[in-house]
Nanobody, 119 residues
Framework: QVQLVESGGGLVQAGGSLRLSCAASGRTFTITAMGWFRQDPGKEREIVAG????????YYANSVKGRFTISKDNAKKVVYLQMNSLKSEDTAVYYCAAATTESKEYAYWGQGTQVTVNS
């Protein structure tokens, strides 16, 4: 099992920045990729960014390219999401997720952290 704990959400004005953190514990040696998703009430959960734990591969949704940056600290088993130039449409609950050698897909999820951007 892998446990994920997010932190760093909050309230920010449009144009501002926030950094989310996701700390992994448990069977972290099985993690192959980690990602950030978000979900607004009434909408489907969407992937925001992803990173391979080994190698340099990253993925960004078109809506956040150039504004968000995903990074990792393999030693600490932490993944970050730096969010700049925030917009009101970025308001959502942000979830951290992990894929492992056993699950292949994103099978482990954090509890979520609220990000609210005031326009």
């Amino acid at each position: 099992q892998v446990q994920l704990v997010e932190s760093g959400g909050g309230l920010v004005q449009a144009g501002g920045s926030l950094r989310l953190s996701c700390a992994a514990s448990g069977r972290t040696f099985t993690i192959t990729a980690m990602g950030w998703f978000r979900q607004d009430p009434g909408k489907e959960r969407e992937i925001v960014a992803g990173v391979a734990l080994f190698g340099s591969g990253t993925y960004y949704a078109n809506s956040v390219k150039g504004r968000f940056t995903i990074s990792k600290d393999n030693a600490k088993k932490v993944v970050y999401l730096q969010m700049n130039s925030l917009k009101s449409e970025d308001t959502a609950v942000y979830y951290c997720a992990a894929a492992t050698t056993e699950s292949k897909e994103y099978a482990y999820w954090g509890q979520g952290t609220q990000v609210t951007v005031n326009s």
